[in-house]
């Protein structure tokens, strides 16, 4: 099923900072299986979180789980549902494998998961382009069949084959 992806690279309602310019929001109902976007450890979950909508009080309210993935990078998974993770800290993933469900939790407008990706050296610091290809897993099985890399662009659909036209 496509995925509308709500906001980009530099988006203006949360992506202007330089630890999240790079994220990106896709659009997706609540309980939507989460998957890691490649091997590595998992190093942070907070889960507790049960509030949702674009209040101030919202801004650091938000549930996540963070991997440090081998090679060096932090993907980090935002807005899940509250005690969705399917891991535990330290727990070791494999790239598709589901590690928690997608939410609303937090600042967030609508049910969706946004997705950063950094230096786990630096894992505060500015967020990294995350690219999408179909060699490896994405976080909502969107990714493209023909091994071309693409960047989610707001307001286009993607299927598992990149972009989708028409969306639903």
Do not use: M
């Not at 590690?99 to 967020?127: K, M, N, Q, T, V």
């Amino acid at each position: 099923e496509p995925v509308l992806c709500t906001q980009g690279v530099g988006g203006h309602l949360t992506h202007f900072f330089a630890q999240s310019y790079h994220a990106l929001d896709l659009r997706c109902p609540v309980g939507t299986k989460v998957v890691a976007i490649g091997d590595g450890v998992v190093r942070e979950i907070a889960q507790s979180h049960k509030c949702s909508g674009i209040h101030v009080a919202n801004l650091s309210h938000w549930n996540s789980i963070s991997i440090e993935l081998d090679g060096g990078f932090w993907a980090e998974y935002v807005h899940i549902s509250p005690d969705s993770a399917r891991v535990k800290l330290g727990d070791r993933v494999q790239a598709g494998q589901v590690i928690c469900d997608s939410g609303d939790i937090g600042f967030a407008p609508e049910p969706h998961l946004h997705i950063e990706l950094h230096r786990a050296s630096h894992h505060e610091g500015p967020s990294l382009p995350l690219r999408f290809r179909s060699e490896i897993p994405d976080p909502l099985g969107i990714l493209g069949e023909q091994g071309q890399a693409f960047l989610p662009v707001a307001g286009l659909w993607y299927s598992r084959c990149g972009e989708a036209s028409g969306g639903r």
